[in-house]
């Protein structure tokens, strides 16, 4: 029986590609931080009933017009904002992706970002390393407390819920604005509901976990900046373009806000002459929430699951809409 042909935009661990060659033809861009050419990959689907895909892939109406056999879409990423998910539905072309396996490893990077930007870490590492680290002194690199303060999440999905764990933890007062309110969540953490501007004006740490889409598209921004408070610390693991970079920028320019921890940028890879990159109290990273070498393996392992099965004519393991 012919195998059909399936196109991987990136390079993926090893167990998750043998799976799909058990499968399929398999064409894969093999490599780790270059993006496959969007002209490439047009050229690729042509004769492509199936598309393994990630974050950094557009997957818009204009491609989809030239993958006139494909039949399902598989992203390795719980969010996929990236796939025009309506035009793939109406072409009869199945949909998944990987929610629920990097919660808990994104969760721990979101609080290990609020964590350094608080205590100025990137900033006191680079302080010492480049040479400047003299003498201790009293007020030296002094950051803002985390135990016993105010955390306020906005998006309390399951990456939401397991940063109010970790910030029950640290004793800290949780607010969270949401969708839906979470009641069982807040009897057992304690947590407040609240509406999106009293989470604003009273958190000490403001967390971004809310999803991309039209809707949320700069839902942070001047006005939202200027309602924080002057210590506030502004953390985003979730989508770049929920959030005006330029109002970002003058809050923590003007010191309207104390600092910021970004992982996610409205454009990524960030510009290395970017104004955000030159404030020295903002601590970024390249898009990372889920990279713990298990994690990915596992959302690797997944995609390859979702793909097989749309292969098939099989119900997705997790899908984002059906055929």
Not at 113 to 129: C, F, I, N, Q
Not at 220 to 237: D, L, R, S
Request: aromatic letters at 8%; one cysteine or more; glycine letters at 6%.
């Amino acid at each position: 029986m012919e195998k059909h042909k399936v196109v991987v935009t990136r390079k993926i661990p090893e167990q998750a590609l043998e799976k799909l060659k058990e499968h399929s033809e398999v064409y894969i861009w093999n490599y780790e931080e270059k993006p496959m050419p969007y002209e490439l990959l047009t050229e690729q689907l042509k004769d492509a009933s199936g598309l393994y895909t990630n974050v950094g892939d557009q997957i818009d109406k204009a491609l989809l017009d030239q993958a006139p056999y494909l039949k399902v879409i598989s992203t390795m990423a719980v969010g996929f904002d990236n796939i025009d998910v309506k035009e793939a539905a109406r072409r009869g072309i199945a949909v998944g992706h990987t929610p629920g396996v990097l919660t808990e490893t994104t969760a721990d990077l979101t609080f290990a970002l609020l964590m350094a930007a608080a205590r100025r870490v990137v900033e006191s590492s680079d302080y010492v390393r480049e040479g400047h680290w003299k003498s201790w002194g009293p007020m030296l690199m002094t950051g803002q407390d985390i135990y016993g303060a105010t955390i306020g999440i906005i998006g309390m999905g399951r990456i939401g819920e397991g940063v109010a764990r970790r910030a029950a933890g640290f004793n800290m007062n949780i607010l969270y604005h949401n969708r839906s309110r979470r009641f069982e969540l807040e009897k057992e953490l304690k947590a407040s509901y609240c509406s999106m501007e009293e989470l604003i004006t009273t958190a000490d740490f403001v967390v971004l976990l809310a999803p991309g889409s039209a809707q949320t598209r700069h839902m942070i921004g001047e006005k939202q900046f200027k309602q924080m408070k002057p210590n506030a610390v502004f953390i985003n693991t979730s989508r770049g373009t929920n959030v005006d970079e330029k109002a970002l920028y003058e809050a923590l320019k003007t010191k309207e806000i104390w600092a910021a921890g970004l992982d996610v940028f409205e454009e990524e890879p960030i510009a290395e002459s970017h104004p955000l990159l030159k404030l020295p109290n903002v601590t970024v990273l390249p898009h990372i929430g889920s990279a713990s070498v298990a994690t990915r393996t596992k959302m690797a392992l997944i995609a390859a699951e979702n793909l097989i099965a749309g292969l098939e004519n099989q119900e997705l393991l997790f899908k984002v809409n059906s055929k």
